[in-house]
């Protein structure tokens, strides 16, 4: 039974980085920005973070199940500092519309994704492995803030 009041934790931590949304501005300010040609369409954003977000639930999860916080401190740790980052990108970029520093914010994220990886990888392989497609989707978004930055 802890195993699986476990995971429903995670999840509701993981997915609460999302609740930032609610505090930004829904203006158009978004919309009439400049953008490069390969700015995804805005209906592929929710289905893609509902997927990483996901996969990082699964990946905590499998991390903690080894042996919980006691054991694995450091990993979980900078499980929270990226997540944490995660849940501040948002509100400095559509919130604030801080497009530079949202920028810094996200380079500061990816590197704390990659030490996430690096310190779950000892730990379980598989929840290395499912943050892969999460630092690959901030280094694409760190890409594209970087373009709407230099554009506007």
Known sequence: MRK???LIAWLALVFAASL?????????????LNKPAWNPPNWIFGPVWTVLYI???VAAWRVWLRGGWKTQRTPLTLFLIQWGLNALWTPLFFGLH????AFVEILVLL???ILTIRAFRPVDRMAAFLM?????WV??????NFAIWRMN
């Open 132 to 136: 892969v497609p999460y630092a690959a």
């Open 20 to 32: 930032t949304s609610i505090f930004v501005s829904t203006d158009g300010w978004y919309a009439e």
């Open 55 to 57: 996969m990082m639930t």
């Open 4 to 6: 699986w009041l476990g």
């Open 139 to 144: 280094a694409f978004a760190a890409v594209l």
């Open 111 to 113: 590197v704390s994704i």
């Open 98 to 101: 801080r497009l530079g520093w």
